[in-house]
């Protein structure tokens, strides 16, 4: 039972491919959540008075995109990751051809799909930051998350979570808005 290193390196793949799609998921999620289940993405922010007010939300599934796409992929390489462990315990070969082209085109769809999801994060995130910014109540989107907004949201981790899940999907697009 000898597991090479190439398959050790695809088993520690999938493994960070799931725990980075639960992050994900659960990030924007609980972002909503303190939004009233509301997507802030590509949101705009007016001054109310001392306060900061989301005058305009996005549509509801983007949010739902980004986070149905991190859930299915957390599956995904969560059932490769149990398969691949059970096929190194069992000594069986995985490598011949079909299996390769099957996971080489699952592998390209995913990546696809995280590619804009990962654009949808970023570009609704800087919107998001940019009307923050214009309303001249704080310096930075991250100080943001310690001012008071109106109505009461509780965003007190806002662009932490958004910024964690922004980097999770795909770290070479990761910010610092």
Not at 24 to 43: D, H
Not at 117 to 123: E, N, P, T
Request: charged content about 10%; glycine content about 8%; proline content about 1%.
């Amino acid at each position: 039972m000898a597991v090479s290193a190439l398959q050790l390196g695809e088993l520690a793949l999938h493994g960070a491919a799931f725990l980075c799609g639960v992050v994900c998921a659960s990030a924007l999620t609980v972002t909503q959540g303190e939004f009233g289940g509301r997507c802030i993405l590509y949101g705009s922010v007016d001054k109310n008075g001392t306060a900061l007010a989301l005058s305009h939300f996005s549509n509801i599934s983007l949010c739902y995109f980004v986070t149905a796409i991190s859930i299915l992929i957390a599956v995904y390489c969560f059932a490769v990751l149990l398969y691949g462990i059970y096929s190194c315990c069992m000594d069986e070969r995985r490598w011949d051809h079909t299996w390769l082209t099957v996971n080489l085109a699952i592998s390209a769809v995913i990546l696809f799909f995280l590619l804009v999801s990962a654009c949808i994060l970023r570009v609704g995130m800087d919107t998001l930051c940019s009307s923050i910014l214009q309303t001249k109540l704080v310096k930075s989107c991250q100080e943001a998350q310690h001012t008071q907004w109106f109505p009461q949201y509780n965003a007190a981790r806002f662009y932490d979570n958004l910024y964690s899940a922004e980097v999770r999907i795909n770290p070479g697009l990761g910010g610092s808005s």
